[in-house]
């Protein structure tokens, strides 16, 4: 049975893990709140970029561009899957849904050639060692994340797309659903999906022309281009709010599993001192008895 003085500093100690976790979760509640209303506020900018990207791709050639191109020769049956993962940990099973999802998609395309994109320091740490080639790793993101990011991210995967060296990119992210819910997401990302138009219309509705300057061409190889970084920039916020709601909810369960500790403490600490008290109590009877 440990002794009284071990049980009052375990009880410490458990305090002080107590008052960390409550701060984490204040901390990661209020980053999550920025880190929603950037991902709230990107949304309608995907939205807004394929509805545009559809009324061109109406009226030019949309299979001559390379980024839509399906390759069936050099380099076919090779990918680029790219795992976007935390810096840090603490957040649950953020981090590990990630890796699951990647060991996942491996079981289900053994034959495949498999190149890996890590994003994160965890990612690199969890995904790094398992002898898969890394086509590039970026960590230690900035807290505020922006275009450059996604830029950074995108521009090896086009370009391995490009020249054949990879026939598709995957994206794997955790997206944001709500506090308690993140969803681990795997889309394709290259080549590009076939863009349809958001709002869907009536064959007999008149259909409205644009004048556009310069061609319809040129403004589609530049939209197309941005779509997919905006993709990446979009799957980066999707993943920093996950990252901040699945620590949050980590922390906030964290807490509580202290307070019950703490109860469950205080209580064999209350009967360990009763012990000794009842124990001391029966010496000093015992020993008036013998005088």
């Given at each position: 049975?440990?002794?009284?003085?071990?049980?009052?500093?375990?009880?410490?100690?458990?305090?002080?893990?107590?008052?960390?976790?409550?701060?984490?979760?204040?901390?990661?509640?209020?980053?999550?709140?920025?880190?929603?209303?950037?991902?709230?506020?990107?949304?309608?900018?995907?939205?807004?970029?394929?509805?545009v990207?559809?009324?061109?791709?109406?009226?030019?050639?949309?299979?001559?561009?390379?980024?839509l191109?399906?390759?069936?020769?050099?380099?076919?049956?090779?990918?680029?899957?790219?795992?976007?993962?935390?810096?840090?940990?603490?957040?649950?099973?953020?981090?590990?849904?990630?890796?699951?999802?990647?060991?996942?998609?491996?079981?289900?395309?053994?034959?495949?050639?498999?190149?890996?994109?890590?994003?994160?320091?965890?990612?690199?740490?969890?995904?790094?060692?398992?002898?898969?080639?890394?086509?590039?790793a970026?960590?230690?993101?900035?807290?505020?994340?922006?275009?450059?990011?996604?830029?950074?991210?995108?521009?090896?995967?086009?370009?391995?797309?490009?020249?054949?060296?990879?026939?598709?990119?995957?994206?794997?992210?955790?997206?944001?659903?709500?506090?308690?819910?993140?969803?681990?997401v795997?889309e394709?990302?290259?080549?590009?999906?076939?863009?349809?138009?958001?709002?869907?219309?009536?064959?007999s509705a008149?259909?409205?022309?644009?004048?556009?300057?310069?061609?319809?061409?040129?403004?589609?190889?530049?939209?197309?281009?941005?779509?997919?970084?905006?993709?990446?920039?979009?799957?980066?916020?999707?993943?920093?709010?996950?990252?901040?709601?699945?620590?949050?909810?980590?922390?906030?369960?964290?807490?509580?599993?202290?307070?019950?500790?703490?109860d469950?403490?205080?209580?064999?600490?209350?009967?360990?001192?009763?012990?000794?008290?009842?124990?001391?109590?029966?010496?000093?009877?015992?020993?008036?008895?013998?005088?």
């Amino acid at each position: 049975m440990p002794s009284l003085i071990d049980m009052r500093r375990r009880i410490r100690a458990v305090k002080s893990t107590q008052q960390i976790t409550k701060a984490m979760k204040m901390v990661a509640a209020s980053k999550l709140r920025r880190a929603q209303e950037r991902v709230v506020a990107a949304r309608p900018f995907a939205v807004q970029a394929r509805r545009v990207l559809a009324s061109i791709a109406a009226r030019v050639d949309a299979s001559a561009h390379p980024l839509l191109t399906r390759h069936e020769g050099a380099g076919s049956g090779s990918t680029l899957l790219i795992a976007i993962a935390a810096d840090r940990g603490l957040c649950g099973s953020f981090n590990t849904n990630v890796v699951k999802a990647v060991g996942q998609f491996l079981r289900e395309n053994p034959g495949r050639r498999i190149s890996l994109g890590l994003v994160g320091r965890k990612s690199r740490e969890m995904l790094g060692r398992r002898g898969f080639p890394v086509r590039f790793a970026h960590v230690n993101l900035p807290k505020v994340l922006h275009f450059a990011e996604a830029e950074a991210i995108a521009s090896p995967a086009v370009e391995d797309f490009i020249t054949g060296q990879v026939d598709s990119v995957y994206l794997v992210y955790n997206e944001f659903k709500s506090v308690i819910q993140q969803r681990v997401v795997v889309e394709q990302l290259l080549p590009v999906p076939p863009i349809a138009p958001v709002d869907s219309t009536s064959a007999s509705a008149p259909q409205v022309d644009y004048l556009y300057e310069p061609s319809p061409e040129r403004i589609f190889d530049k939209l197309l281009t941005q779509l997919v970084q905006a993709q990446v920039l979009r799957a980066l916020l999707e993943s920093n709010a996950a990252f901040y709601a699945a620590q949050m909810t980590a922390m906030d369960a964290a807490t509580r599993n202290s307070s019950d500790m703490l109860d469950s403490l205080t209580l064999y600490m209350n009967k360990i001192r009763q012990a000794a008290i009842t124990r001391e109590i029966i010496e000093v009877v015992s020993g008036a008895q013998a005088l």
